[in-house]
């Protein structure tokens, strides 16, 4: 019998809620920036994330899954369910967003949906008038943490955060969430929402809380090569790799990192710019290279109890149960090494505001554990992220495991599927198919997502994966690489000379989804969507 309208009055809060709850699902994808694939702990990390981890032991962990390799392609993917070469929507994809792109609120809204985001942005348009986003608080400095110079509120511009007020954007953008979330509880509770809470962290600069900072002073006293180590063994334990770990490569940096020289005048002798030997370091650079990897950790703490903030709001509307929340990086741990921003004072204290210190190879190798390289290279530890599903009344095989590979033009087609729309949903008839395929066939069991191929193209490294198969390159010019990652996601095995025709057929088939990608925006005529101004990076 349905209660009177006095009766339904009376009810208390959480009862009121459940009353009124929507019955298609609500979704939260929550977006790390610059998090290395074993940093969280349920992906054999050794930094605490308890909020992430109980998400896993409850959900689903999904051990192959993809990024961009960096962080505007990642979003654009995400957010569109296309690659990036196909809608050129992030700044680093050059050619003219095609008239036909979608993003997720607009396929969403007319199922009913509501959509909000708080955050980094990183896409050329403005998220309000050019993407359907109800609310937005948008985060477009990041080069600091605790003042950043440029955010919107709702599209319009907010004073820069200042360190005596006590801001800091991590607990701001988890703050902001929480306000939309309230907001839709209050104004919209018959509504299934969509929330998008893609946090600056643990991005450069290195910038933390003190307090975060403090709980690990002592966390990393062995170095990276231990910590590396051992974590390769608690993921091999866990059953989320069964591949050999790939050593380090001191050879190999970001090409746009500033000079050795430069960076240790600047920042000091302790600074270490190449993954080498922990053993080679002095005493130095030992002791500092610890605190950055401890402000690192501290940024990825925080980020994971803001985190566990706007999940208490979504159990104190009633609408935890029913929310799928999706956890994923945009890319790999990076090796950048810059100063942007106000620059660094070296006499600052590592991680505060007047610090710009980054993580460098060393850190970042060990954070990508166990694969190879980094954040813009296209090889597994540039593209591979911690991918957790969690959605108490969908996934009933929870704590478990999921191997099929999976990339973030994923993301739409599944809120599709499970919200009842169509693999198409707001596309105009003249737009190719989504590139993504639903991963909730994943959902009861683990099943393999059937797909022709995963492509990645980004800073001229170049990769294609084909079933087990993926053929990789660095640089516009460099060889190709042929390697089977059901044992090899080391990348150490070169199959090119024992699988010659198969590294051939690869091969043209990544040029010919490369030539269709700029095809299709060469032909299409233009988006005039209102631009917003964004750094690189």
Not at 192 to 198: G, N, R, V, W
Not at 277 to 287: F, I, M, N, R, V
Request: charge should be positive; charged fraction near 20%; hydrophobic fraction near 35%.
């Amino acid at each position: 019998m349905q209660p009177n309208r006095r009766e339904f009055l009376s009810l208390a809060p959480a009862a009121l809620a459940a009353a009124q709850a929507p019955a298609k699902p609500n979704f939260l994808i929550i977006l790390a920036d610059d998090m290395g694939y074993s940093d969280a702990r349920c992906y054999g990390g050794d930094i605490d994330t308890p909020n992430l981890d109980r998400l896993a032991a409850q959900g689903l962990r999904f051990t192959q899954g993809y990024s961009t390799a960096r962080c505007g392609p990642s979003r654009s993917c995400l957010l569109t369910g296309h690659y990036a070469q196909q809608t050129a929507c992030d700044i680093m994809t050059p050619g003219l967003v095609p008239d036909w792109t979608r993003f997720a609120p607009q396929h969403l809204q007319p199922l009913g949906y509501r959509s909000y985001h708080s955050g980094k942005w990183h896409i050329r348009f403005q998220p309000l008038a050019a993407t359907g986003f109800e609310h937005s608080y948008t985060l477009q400095d990041q080069n600091s943490f605790f003042a950043p110079r440029a955010s919107q509120l709702d599209g319009r511009p907010l004073p820069p955060g200042k360190l005596a007020d006590g801001y800091y954007a991590t607990t701001a953008i988890g703050a902001h969430a929480v306000k939309f979330l309230e907001g839709h509880a209050r104004e919209h509770p018959r509504d299934p929402f969509f929330l998008y809470l893609p946090f600056t962290a643990p991005h450069f600069p290195l910038h933390a809380l003190q307090q975060d900072i403090d709980k690990y002073q002592d966390r990393f006293q062995e170095g990276w090569d231990q910590a590396r180590a051992k974590r390769y063994a608690r993921m091999r334990q866990m059953g989320l790799v069964n591949s050999p770990l790939a050593p380090f490569e001191p050879g190999i940096w970001p090409d746009w990192n500033l000079p050795s020289a430069e960076l240790t005048t600047r920042i000091g002798a302790g600074e270490v710019t190449r993954a080498v030997p922990w053993a080679t370091l002095t005493p130095e650079q030992k002791k500092f290279q610890r605190t950055k990897m401890a402000i690192h950790a501290a940024m990825i703490d925080r980020m994971d109890q803001e985190i566990g903030h706007v999940i208490g709001q979504l159990k104190a509307m009633n609408a935890f149960d029913n929310t799928v929340i999706v956890f994923v990086s945009d890319n790999g741990a990076s090796a950048e090494q810059l100063i942007r921003g106000d620059g660094h004072d070296p006499q600052a204290a590592p991680g505060s505001a007047m610090s710009h210190l980054c993580l460098g190879p060393g850190w970042s190798t060990a954070a990508n554990t166990p694969f190879r390289l980094h954040k813009s290279w296209v090889h597994e530890g540039g593209i591979s992220s911690p991918w957790i599903m969690h959605w108490p009344k969908g996934i009933t095989d929870r704590g478990k495991l999921r191997h099929t590979p999976c990339h973030l033009i994923d993301l739409v087609p599944t809120m599709l599927d499970l919200a009842g729309g169509s693999a198409r949903g707001s596309l105009p008839s003249h737009a190719p198919p989504l590139a993504g395929r639903s991963l909730a066939p994943a959902f009861a069991k683990d099943v393999r997502i059937p797909r022709d191929y995963l492509y990645f193209h980004h800073n001229k490294n170049r990769a294609l994966r084909v079933g087990d198969h993926k053929l990789v390159a660095i640089g516009e010019k460099g060889p190709w690489a042929l390697y089977d990652l059901a044992k090899d996601r080391g990348e150490q095995v070169d199959l090119v000379t024992k699988l010659p025709e198969k590294a051939r057929e690869m091969a043209s088939r990544w040029q010919q989804v490369e030539d269709s990608h700029v095809n299709t925006r060469e032909a299409a005529t233009p988006a005039n969507f209102p631009r917003i101004v964004a750094s690189r990076d």
